[in-house]
């Protein structure tokens, strides 16, 4: 579940869009107005490298926030130029971008090769045509099958983004949606739960009781259902849950800025409860780094267990990784 890879974040705000999504305001969701140029660039791999535990070999340069591969291509070049420095020197192991699945053509995959990108993600957000349509994504599912496979031709590293509780979806599309996505076999995925933002049209439906958002308790057992579905099937979850949102713009949704703990805590839960029989006092062994995860936010878990009759201490084991658990009834 932990992961060593990291990324020199530049946020490109909505440029390059051909239009407005229900739920976007990537201003408020990235914090970002103002577009970053190539010495934006530099100063952020300068400020990286100076940290204490910067690492080159693990480390990329990410376009995220807009489309990528859909801004004016001159300005694309500049910002890819700035990056591609770092990756000949060896500053970093190459360069990420996120783009639109409709934004990607074999003529953009060669110059994005050659100009060092190892990695693009595709926001495809749902595979579901009724969803896509509603939320104005201005994409088809056939363009992200389409988009992923030049991906892939073009042995770049292919992760895809997904999105739950979009404005006319359910629990079971976003579960199919998963499954699409682990048939198309990306390297990694983001699952981002909707947050309603002001000045969307998200905001406007929520106000007209058009639209509910999922509670946080809602997507918490739906993503954890969704992580565990593509980390069994061997596909990297690098995010769950969006990282920063304006405070003052957000209106309803399911925000919570430890949202990725809260599922990997569900998910020992569920299992623990899978595991243990009789009621009566056990001993709960975990990996080290998932000790905070099985004990759950202000020992939630601890508390769960005890309800349903278990009073459990949980114990590290350094034999044990990822959702490995062992019980000891005591």
Known sequence: MSSSHSNISIFVPHIGCPNMCSFCNQRHITGVYIAPHAEDVDK?????????????????????????????????ISLLESAYKYVKDKTVKGIRISTRPDAINEEILSLLKYYGVTAIELGAQSLNEKVLKSNNRGHSAKDVYNASKLIKDYAFSLGIQMMTGLYRDTDENAIKTAKEIIAIAPDTVRIYPTIVLKDTDLAALYDDKKYMPQTLDEAVNLCSKLYLMFEENNIKVIRLGLHHIDKEAYIAGPWHPSFSELCQS???????????????????????????????????????LKEKGYDCKIIKNNNLTGFQILTERI
């Open 44 to 76: 952020a791999v300068k400020i990286a490298v100076s940290s204490n535990n910067y690492n080159p070999t693990d480390t990329e340069i990410a376009f995220f926030g807009g489309s990528f591969t859909a801004i004016n291509r001159n300005y694309m």
């Open 266 to 304: 569900k998910l020992f839960l569920d299992k623990v409860l899978s595991m243990l029989k009789k009621p009566g006092k056990y001993n709960i062994f975990v990996s080290n780094e998932n000790i905070s995860k099985m004990i759950g936010q202000s020992k939630s878990n601890i508390e769960v």
